[in-house]
């Protein structure tokens, strides 16, 4: 038998893609070896599974789409890939929300909104970092649940008091709050990104999983990884801070590190609460005297996170890129977001109105559940890895 030439189809978009050199030409080897085993060899041999003749999708918006299952076939010296449970960790954490294992038409509805959609925009927040130990303000369990408020941005510039209890406690929360790592649904988005099938990607969390992850998104509200100052805007490295602290309190910096952590989203610490922007809840005794904050090196002035705390706006160049993105894209997806900032929920509710279908996984109600076309009550660390998984979406798409 002389093999002329192999192509394999995927029905995407109706895209051929050509598999050449030699490990390409390992694989269609090893294909066709395989197929002339279950053939020939062991006639008994069956797939695990049916060929699908394809099934007819209507998405919203009227979308059609036929949509190619893929059929699973054993092979003697190959061990079929499984499926990884959802981790035990996200059941344990008191501060990820109740939801069911989401079904496998909340699988199949999300999947089809990645496969059908050419310019799919992503916005996550606070759901996606809860299950990594981070807690969120507005879930539940979350901190505001506990009667918590967050510094604002005019208490924080007028009140070198607050400043100096935001600092204090950010430095005592930093180590743990840095030693959260990205969770499922992190390393799925990014390898939904890499593999073209995410056009832009915005995020309203502060705490840079995604770029660990692999990822590399728009910061909508900013990141506490950096410190601003107030009045020069020069900008620098958060550990860099963190060492000035140190280095102007000793003794104070000595006593916090001395005291036992904990995990990551745990209670230990202190015997306070960790807060979702990374501080800790502290006595005022680890504050309230002889600590001493950092100022600008250029120009001496007040130095914050370079976050968008509450009160402030979201600065215009970002806010109008976000913007844009929104209004050009087919397709917004919201993951873990109650929508209730308006920075947030302007993006869902913009690509709305220029004809986008729009969706939203997250636990719980948001803001923007009376418009969206698919609304899903789902952990984002147990839906996104089964949507990874089906059919071929961790394949590039050939422009």
């Known amino acids: 038998m002389k093999i002329v030439n192999y ?24 294909l066709a070896f395989s197929s002339l085993y279950l053939y020939i060899l062991q006639p008994s041999c069956k797939f ?56 496998t038409e909340d699988v199949n509805l999300l999947y089809q909104l990645f496969e059908q959609s050419n310019k799919l925009v992503v916005l996550t927040g606070a759901g996606i970092s809860t ?41 005592a929360g930093w180590r743990r709050f840095t030693a959260a790592q990205p969770g499922a649904a992190h390393v799925a988005l990014a390898s939904l990104e890499k593999a073209g099938r995410i056009h832009f990607m915005i995020t309203q969390n502060v705490d840079r999983l995604h770029h660990r992850a692999g990822s590399n998104p728009l910061e909508l509200h900013g990141t506490v990884y950096s410190v601003i100052c107030l009045d020069c805007g020069f900008s620098f490295c958060r550990n860099l801070f963190q060492d000035e602290v140190k280095a102007l309190n000793p ?25 979702p922007d990374g501080d800790i809840e502290i006595d005022e005794k680890f504050w309230e005297e002889d600590f ?86 789902a952990r984002l660390g147990e839906i996104l890895p089964r949507v990874l998984n089906i059919g071929s979406l961790s394949i590039p798409a050939i422009q």
């Not at 394999?8 to 051929?16: D, N, P």
């Not at 599974?49 to 092979?75: A, D, E, H, M, Y």
């Not at 006593?255 to 807060?275: T, V």
């Open 131 to 171: 299950e990594c130990g981070i807690p969120d303000y507005r879930s539940p369990n979350g901190a505001y649940s506990s009667g918590f408020k967050p510094i604002t941005h005019q208490e924080f510039v007028r009140s070198s008091r607050a400043r100096r209890r935001y600092w204090a406690r950010s430095y």
């Open 292 to 377: 001493h904050i950092p100022t600008c090196k250029k120009c001496k002035g007040i130095l914050k996170p370079d976050v968008v705390f509450f009160g402030d706006n979201v600065p215009k160049e970002r806010a109008d890129i976000a913007m844009e993105v929104g209004r050009e894209c087919d397709a917004f997806l919201a993951l873990g977001s109650s929508l209730m900032t308006m920075s947030a929920y302007r993006l869902v509710r913009a690509a709305h109105e220029a004809g986008a279908t729009t969706a939203i996984v997250n636990i719980g109600t948001t803001r923007a559940d009376d418009f969206v076309s698919l609304k899903l009550n």
């Open 7 to 30: 192509r394999i189809a995927f029905t995407r978009r109706r895209q051929f893609y050509d598999f050449q050199g030699q490990d390409h030409a390992r694989t269609l080897f090893a």
């Open 251 to 275: 003794k104070w910096a000595a006593a916090i590190e001395s005291l036992d952590y904990g995990s990551p989203g745990s209670d230990k610490s202190f015997g306070m609460k960790q807060r």
């Open 48 to 103: 695990q599974q049916p060929v699908s003749q394809g099934k007819r999708v209507t998405f919203p918006q009227g979308l059609v789409k036929f949509v190619q299952t893929s059929c699973r076939i054993s092979v003697p010296w190959v061990s079929a890939r499984k499926t990884q449970a959802p981790s035990k960790f996200l059941k344990d954490k008191k501060m990820v929300p109740e939801a069911d294992p989401p079904s």
